[in-house]
């Protein structure tokens, strides 16, 4: 019956029907929902340390076909969807099939429902992002992104697994676990940093600072990059908290603006 009405068409709609895409940008994403896929195959062995690394050369994969698509002048609406289905796979359900299998199966019920918060959060924040990506401020995200709530879960592996610390029915995992998935649907503002360019001359001490930034890292490299991705999470969650409490103070009853259904048609043109 499909193949009747596709030969039914005219040539000139089946000619609008065919698809042509950018390959380089798009074996980057590929690439990246391959890493997330082999992430969950292996948290299932429970191969916990490869799983984590795994998800970390996704992120990689998904920074480069970002920067390939704009430098090539490359990007397209199907590149933008296939990004964000892509990272549900490596950044969604990777780290929270990590999560249950390495910590939070002793919770039973209460465990993987938590990871399956993580995941429809992430869902969430993605599909936000693709509908708001015209509208938000460039220079801010708007919840934490999906990306480095997966880096916090795979730097907390390699950092348990660095101090020899057991995560097996780990308290503190369940709760991170729970906090991930409401700071990403969260309107906190995390900086992007996309407004820095290094390619300029700036002070001095910005290079101190960035060698400094290296050497911590070199030294503990498993724990401190877990130290470093959660400061970025929790300081973003302490000020988008501290400024809703500033907010409700000075908002009176008459000062709420009446609501409205209207949504913008917005096409995103990003393989990023």
Known sequence: MVEKSIDSLSENQQKKLAMYIYILPNL??????????FA???????????AAYAIVVAAVFDQLDGRLARLTRST???????DSLCDLVSFGMAPAILLYMWSLQPFGRLGWMAC??????????????NVQVNIVEKNYFQGLPIPMAAGI???????????????????GLLLMTMLLAIVMVSTFRYRSFKDL???????????IIGVGILCVVALWPEVMLFVLF????????????FKLGKQARKMRPNNYAPETTDEPDLMVEDDG
């Open 28 to 37: 980057m994403t590929t690439g990246n929902m391959f890493c997330g896929f």
């Open 116 to 129: 399956f918060l993580f995941v429809a959060c992430g869902a969430i924040r993605l599909a936000r992002f």
């Open 230 to 241: 959660m400061s970025y999470a929790l300081l973003g969650a302490v000020f988008g908290v």
């Open 153 to 171: 879960v795979a730097s907390a592996v390699l950092a348990f697994q660095d101090l020899e610390w057991d995560g097996w029915g780990h308290y």
């Open 197 to 207: 360019d290094l390619k300029e001359r700036m002070p001095f001490r910005y290079l």
């Open 40 to 50: 969950v195959i292996q948290a299932m062995r429970q191969n916990f340390t490869i």
């Open 76 to 82: 397209s609406k199907f590149g933008a969807e296939y």
